[in-house]
């Protein structure tokens, strides 16, 4: 039987899945609510010293694909805008009504020691298992120094992680980091310097995700102005799973703990975050869009697909995709694969011929059958194995990719006879 119990940044959790510092997990009734439906953790709506900020109206705008679904949030919400005392009250009861789920305090103060240390102190009392630094709003925060600004200064980002860890003690403390960088290791770098037990990434991307072309102003809108906002949701996941893995196999940051957000809709988005190294995961805009019992989907897939593969526990397959991640230079060239289109599914929608005519090495061809049917054959010649017919095929199982046993040796970029920089060339 499959075990979803496991330690984040050594904090013991039923489950992998926690809540992220948002607006689900802003008061007492939501994280109730929350863990009567089987989450394991929340990370709290991220606390800042009275008085409390001011919220704008409205706070959403959303990214939309062609068929109306949403791929993402962006928000323009700042941290919580409640006293801090009713916060940590609440976080009192349910830290004494739920005692076996987790509560982290998520945390934001200006750049100064007796603040970080402070606001820590008295979120500490309250009881928590954890600190998460919210060094990442890319909105209005940062606009007052907080945030990412904060987050973008790898010298900051250590010296509020050492801060907070000095008060901490031996309660783990995770630096959250923002995504609105070029490297995402030189953060996570400073945080561990900093003494962080782990990282939580990634926090929203700066954004402007539409322009509303009747007020002319970038939408959500503030009384017909916008502004830029943190963008989240399922588009965001490729770009979280980059930064998780860059921080998995650097050796400087390998140690960290990673407790994984952007974009965790299912139980095999978790498992892709888990296998590149991540030892939790987090949900917000997921939960956002279809309320708290998608965890109860997470809980039964995950534990399917750990039984299917014998998985034990987390720990069992977490990084286990990490020595599959290299680097471009590590891919072997001589690797071949040619598009096989099964004729027997083909629908004649024609899209793989017009995307590889268009866009890619023009190697479908067109032909005629009995019946007026027409055919689609690839030229293996000049197909180059790219999968764009793959992808653009409407149609499961109609285009396959095949490996071409070419008899060639394997070779990388560093190794190739063509490279001018190649040792001996
Ligand atoms: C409305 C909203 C408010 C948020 N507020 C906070 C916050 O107070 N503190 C914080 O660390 N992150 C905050 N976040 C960021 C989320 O915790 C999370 O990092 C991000 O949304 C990516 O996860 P997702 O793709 O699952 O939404 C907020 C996100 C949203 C959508």
């Not at 120094?145 to 901490?168: D, I, L």
């Not at 996570?188 to 782990?198: M, P, V, Y």
């Not at 995700?209 to 989240?232: E, I, Q, R, W």
Request: hydrophobic letters at 40%; charged letters at 20%.
């Amino acid at each position: 039987m499959a075990d979803l119990n496991c330690s984040i940044g050594r904090v013991e959790s039923i489950n992998p899945f926690w809540l992220a510092s948002a607006p689900p997990t802003d008061k007492y009734v939501n994280v109730k609510r929350a863990f009567d439906a089987g989450w394991g953790g929340v990370v709290w709506k991220t606390l800042g010293a009275d008085p409390p900020v001011v919220n704008a109206s409205s706070r959403y705008g959303v990214h939309r694909d062609e068929r109306g679904s949403i791929v993402g949030i962006n928000n323009i919400e700042l941290i919580s805008d409640r006293p801090l005392d009713e916060n940590l009250r609440e976080i009192e009861q349910l830290r004494r009504e739920y005692p076996e789920r987790v509560i982290i305090g998520s945390l934001m103060a200006p750049i100064e020691e007796g603040a970080w240390k402070g606001l820590a102190e008295k979120i500490l009392n309250a009881g928590v298992q954890g600190l998460e630094l919210n060094l990442g709003c890319p909105h209005g925060m940062c606009e007052r120094g907080m945030g990412s600004a904060v987050g973008q200064v790898p010298e900051m980002v250590e010296q509020t992680t050492r801060w907070v860890k000095t008060v901490a003690g031996k309660l783990p403390v995770f630096t959250k980091l923002t995504p609105n960088i070029t490297d995402i290791v030189v953060p996570a770098e400073a945080a561990r310097r900093g003494g962080a037990d782990g990282v939580a990434l990634i926090n929203t991307v700066n954004s402007i995700v539409s322009v509303d072309l009747n007020s002319m102003a970038p939408t959500p809108l503030v009384d017909g102005k916008g502004t830029h906002g943190g963008y989240c949701g399922t588009a965001v996941k490729p770009i979280a799973l980059n930064m998780v893995s860059a921080i998995a196999r650097d050796p400087e940051t390998a140690s960290l703990a990673i407790s994984a957000i952007g974009g965790i809709t299912t139980w095999r988005d978790a498992a892709e975050f888990i296998a590149l190294g991540a030892q939790g995961v987090q949900v917000c805009t997921a939960a956002m869009l279809y309320g708290f019992r998608i965890v109860d989907d997470m809980i039964a897939g995950l534990t399917n697909f750990m039984e299917e593969n014998q998985y034990r526990s987390i720990a069992d397959f977490r990084g286990k995709a990490i020595r599959n991640t290299v680097d471009w230079n590590e891919l072997n060239l001589n690797f071949d694969l040619k598009a096989l289109i099964h004729q027997d599914n083909c629908i004649e929608c024609g899209r793989c011929h017009i995307a590889c005519e268009d866009a890619a090495h023009q190697a479908i061809r067109i032909g005629a059958a009995p019946g007026g049917r027409r055919t689609f054959t690839v030229v293996n010649d000049e197909c180059v194995g790219c999968n764009l017919c793959l992808h653009v095929c409407p149609v499961e199982n109609c285009i396959e990719m095949k490996p071409v046993a070419n008899g060639l040796a394997p070779v990388t970029w560093p190794e190739h006879p063509l490279n001018p920089l190649r040792k001996g060339a």
